[in-house]
């Protein structure tokens, strides 16, 4: 086998994309989710074409762009991983795949999302390409500010949001956004705080923005964070304007499920140090994932049975 070859492994490939990480993706249809019931809303979401503009070419877009953004940030930080206790197992780190098919790779994810996002409105188009700008900042300089490099996180998926939102021309709610933004924030706050315990006095070599954390101060800015994020929640599903968009004013029945959820991550983080993945959580942990279909299932049901009763 020639060293190209040996470069070129299909499962190190898979891996360098992350498909885990597309879990992320799933917000980019929460406009089209809530957008089938909203009676002002509802003709541009129902129907097969709502679901392609949304399944098929919006959420395997992000998919696309974002795993090229995980590429190129893998390829940036090859040095620091190899010295990290867990990122040194990622392909480009471990010498699995070459620079050279990395960038290869890149560029086939990038030309293809950009080719989905071309069937989709152009707004769409603006909102991913901002998303990719905005990631590779990241990569090359925002993510070694401390707390930028938190809020820059939750700021794409607010820019996840609003690009469901462009991808079949309906609006998302400000409150909707907002609740998007404190539990990204919280998330990522979670994530800084296992890094810094895990790195302990190595920290900066690996994550330069960890030497400006306080796992102290973390802890207090996690409970705000989570705080805000169950308060705007409440006040979004509980509000005037919703009741009045959707004609229930039964979306309340959802917040013991977001309370639910948000305590037994906090309980994941500070009993079982499980804060480093929030995707791993998400897919493995039985009580978060019953809770996550708690959830949908009331909104299904809101929705369908009790609109309109109370």
């Not at 395997?60 to 974002?66: D, E, K, R, Y």
């Not at 190899?82 to 560029?107: C, D, T, W, Y």
């Not at 609003?162 to 979670?190: D, Q």
């Not at 004609?247 to 309340?252: D, F, N, P």
Request: aromatic share 10%; hydrophobic share 55%.
């Amino acid at each position: 086998m020639s060293d190209n070859q040996k470069k070129f492994k299909v499962p190190a490939c898979i891996r360098l994309l992350r498909p885990a990480q597309w879990l992320k993706n799933g917000i980019v249809p929460a406009a089209w989710l809530f957008a089938v019931w909203d009676p002002s809303q509802a003709h541009a979401a129902e129907g097969l074409h709502g679901l392609i503009q949304v399944f098929g070419l919006a959420v395997p877009a992000f998919c696309l762009v974002s795993s090229a953004v995980y590429v190129m940030n893998d390829l940036h930080d090859r040095e620091a991983d190899r010295m990290h206790p867990q990122k040194r197992f990622r392909p480009i780190a471990a010498g699995e795949v070459s620079r050279g098919a990395a960038i290869a790779i890149m560029l086939v994810l990038l030309s293809v999302g950009a080719i989905f996002a071309a069937a989709l409105p152009k707004r769409f188009g603006a909102v991913l390409a901002g998303y990719a700008v905005m990631q590779a900042a990241y990569t090359f300089g925002l993510k070694r500010i401390p707390y930028v490099d938190v809020f820059v996180i939750a700021f794409g998926f607010v820019l996840r949001a609003v690009a469901g939102a462009t991808a079949i021309s309906v609006r998302i709610s400000p409150w909707l956004l907002l609740c998007t933004f404190l539990l990204s924030l919280f998330l990522a706050l979670c994530k800084r705080r296992h890094e810094k315990l895990l790195l302990d006095d190595s920290d900066a070599l690996h994550r330069e923005a960890l030497a400006g954390y306080s796992v102290n101060l973390m802890d207090i800015q996690i409970a705000i964070a989570a705080a805000a994020t169950v308060v705007s929640y409440s006040i979004y599903t509980l509000s005037p304007e919703t009741v009045q968009r959707f004609g229930t004013h039964c979306l309340g029945l959802t917040i013991p499920f977001v309370i639910f959820g948000v305590f037994r991550y906090l309980e994941l983080v500070y009993r079982y140090d499980g804060g480093g993945r929030p995707e791993r959580v998400m897919l493995t942990d039985k009580i978060m994932i019953a809770t996550v279909a708690g959830y949908l299932l009331t909104v299904v049901a809101v929705f369908t049975i009790l609109k309109g009763r109370f």
